[in-house]
């Protein structure tokens, strides 16, 4: 009985994810509707890190 117990638990395990995954392939593989626009111009930030180390200066 354990033993059916422990095979049914490990069926459950990996069965509920791979089901999950070949569920997630027909929505990766359907369209986004994305559209194009050629006059859109992206905007950009840049970000520069800085940090201030006050203990690691010369005195």
Sequence with gaps: MLF???????????????????????????????REDGGHLPRSTVIIPVHYKLWALPV
Aim: glycine share 16%.
């Design 4 to 34: 059916e117990l422990g095979l049914a638990l490990a069926a459950l395990h990996f069965g509920v994810p791979l089901a999950y995954y070949w569920k997630a392939r027909g929505w990766l593989r359907r369209g986004w509707g994305i």
